[in-house]
């Protein structure tokens, strides 16, 4: 399949399909929802959503329904956090076996290790951003530096870490 | 949409900070590609938020313990020379690092031994109460190196365009 190719549903068997979307899914998950646990039920969620709406024949393109089914959910979960966990458990029993490929985790001691390898400005900014969960206009300000000149900083620092850890940039 | 979608915009996203957020993300589920680079930072942004941070607020705080994780903590003032022992069963070691912050504008701290010196710069403090919250992790022990001093924890200040130490406290970190 060539790069932005719409991918139609009866290309790919389920399992495939599964495969190809979940490190998609829990990408947007960790993203939007700043959590490993609820990324992890986002995944299995949108993909039961969407296999049951490709069973139906509802859908024509599939990476648009799964973003679009990824936006209603994570806006859902963090309405409703609690009810979430009850509805990941009933997806669980629902998704074909080994439907996720392998996610590597990085390495915490080595994340850690490569933090503490930038330099203090690289390091406070990076953490401020996001540990603090704050903003570039923000970080600025405390910081005496323009919002522009954060994001490069933090763009620099993210480039060494990801080198550091082990990913190219 | 360009594509590949930049490292930098990709960074953005992550930080919140895009006004077509939405569009980039739409890309990203359809592009192999783009996808794959995203992956990686996925990868290492999704661990930082796994990640406590050295130094911790109040509220953070208070989200660990909600989070079932075991918390010591121990308080120490200005000049303090003290001992913090890693139980095997504990999590997060809390050190209430306390001092003068009441006129702070802004706290950095300072982590130091013979051999390392690493410096946060604008950590979060309590200026009511006096407090930096510094949140070890059993983990850290991979950072000592044998027969080193124990480190020690300064804490300085920014008043009116000044900086100045309010705080240097030795904590002896023992793991069984």
């Known amino acids: 399949m060539t790069s932005t ?44 959503a969407v296999l049951q709406a490709v069973r139906a024949g509802k859908v024509e393109n599939v990476a648009s329904y799964v973003f679009g089914t990824c936006r209603f959910a994570v806006r859902d979960m963090q309405r409703a956090e609690a009810r979430q966990r009850k509805i990941a458990e009933a997806n669980r029993a629902v998704l074909p076996e080994d439907y996720e490929p392998p996610w590597p985790q990085v390495d915490r001691v080595r994340l850690e290790m490569c933090l503490l390898g930038l330099d203090a400005r690289e390091r406070s900014i990076v953490i401020a951003t996001f540990a603090y969960d704050r903003d ?16 490069v900083i933090r763009h620099r620092a993210l480039t060494k870490l990801q080198t550091c850890v082990g990913g190219a940039a | ?25 739409e890309h990203l589920f359809a592009c192999e590609r783009c996808a794959a680079t995203v992956a990686q930072l996925d990868r290492l942004l999704g661990g930082m938020l796994e990640l406590i941070p050295p130094v911790v607020s109040h509220a953070q705080r208070d989200h660990l313990v909600q989070r ?55 950590v979060p403090f309590d200026a009511a109460r006096g407090e930096v919250l510094v949140a070890c992790q059993q983990h850290f022990k991979a950072f000592q190196q044998p027969n080193e001093p124990d480190p020690v924890f300064r804490v300085y200040v920014y008043e009116a365009g000044t900086r100045r130490e309010v705080g240097s406290y030795t904590i002896k970190h023992v793991w069984p």
């Open chain 2, 1 to 25: 949409m360009t594509c590949p979608v930049p490292f930098e915009t990709l960074v953005a996203l992550w930080a919140r900070e895009l006004d077509d957020g939405d569009a980039v993300e």
């Open chain 1, 5 to 48: 190719q719409v991918l139609e549903p009866s290309a790919v068997d389920e399992r495939e399909l599964c495969q190809m979307f979940a490190g998609r899914i829990r990408g947007y998950g960790l993203r939007h929802l700043r959590d490993a646990a609820a990324a992890e039920d986002l995944v299995q969620h949108v993909l039961v």
């Open chain 2, 68 to 122: 079932g994780l075991t918390l010591q903590e121990q308080t120490f003032r200005p000049g303090d020379r003290g001992e913090a022992f890693f139980a095997p069963e504990l999590d997060v070691y809390v050190f209430r690092l306390r001092a003068d912050l009441a006129t702070a504008q802004r706290v950095d701290l300072e982590i130091g031994t013979t051999s390392i010196r690493f410096e946060f710069e604008h």
């Open chain 1, 136 to 151: 570039a206009d923000e970080i600025g300000r405390a910081f005496d530096l323009s919002a522009g000149n954060v994001r």
